[in-house]
């Protein structure tokens, strides 16, 4: 079955960086889009990024347009996310998800981002 | 810009029969947006309940089911059981590969 399992999530001050992956098992990772979608502390859920399989199509929310980059290695299965000048409303647990129109989303567990000096 | 919308509450009694709504602030939901629902509790990543407007996840029960009312997509709870208390989202497929999500709906049952 589809698993994802995300890393890399932690404490990072105001302007910091950081890299979350996301490992991909149980489907032909390479076939698929993937994308990012996060939640705030007590709110909904907010898409962040896409990445097509081959990653020729890639696209974001205008709340993180130009400071985070997705990017994949489908020989390693894995999805990332590259966060920077994070600010305080990034705060949020981060899920990496098998995004196909007809299937819908599959779910990894999250990781958590805070944001806080 | 469209915002998918959601009842912010729902309350159901134990054994009843709820419908949840997912709209759009301007057009109407139709198959082509592929909406899907997913269910989350507390502390946990959400659950994928139906797909494709209409499709049941594996592992879910037959009364959970999705389907097209009027210009919203519907999930519709029946027999409502107390461990069906949670969040409820719709998400719908733009294009592009954006998808939207809705407000969620806090469904309480008793």
């Known amino acids: 079955q589809v698993q994802l399992v995300e890393s890399g999530g932690g404490l990072v001050k105001p302007g910091g960086s950081l890299r979350l992956s996301c490992v991909a098992s149980?489907?032909?990772?390479?076939?698929?889009?993937m994308t990012w979608i996060r939640q705030a502390p007590g709110k909904g859920l907010e898409w962040v990024s896409y990445?097509?399989?081959?990653?020729?199509?890639?696209n974001y929310a205008d709340s993180v347009k130009g400071r985070f980059t997705v990017s994949r290695d489908n020989g390693k299965n894995s999805l990332y996310l590259e966060m920077n000048s994070l600010r305080a409303e990034d705060t949020a647990t981060y899920y990496c998800?098998?995004?196909?129109?007809?299937?819908?989303?599959?779910w990894g567990q999250g990781t958590l981002v805070t944001v806080s000096s | 810009q469209t915002v998918v919308t959601q009842e912010p509450s729902f309350s159901v009694s134990p054994g009843g029969t709820v419908t949840l709504t997912c709209g759009l602030s301007s057009g109407s939901v139709s198959t082509s947006y592929f909406p899907s629902w997913y269910q989350q509790t507390p502390g946990q990543a959400p659950r994928t309940l139906i797909y494709n407007t209409n499709t049941r996840s594996s592992g879910v029960p037959d009364r959970f089911s999705g389907s097209i009312l009027g210009n919203k997509a519907a999930h519709t709870i029946t027999g409502a059981q107390t461990d069906d208390e949670s969040d409820y989202y719709c998400v719908l497929y733009m294009v592009s590969g954006i998808w939207m999500f809705g407000g969620g709906t806090k469904l309480t049952v008793l």
């Open positions: 998800a098998r995004a196909t129109r007809g299937l819908g989303l599959n």
């Open positions: 149980g489907f032909t990772f390479s076939d698929y889009f």
């Open positions: 990445i097509s399989s081959g990653s020729s199509t890639i």
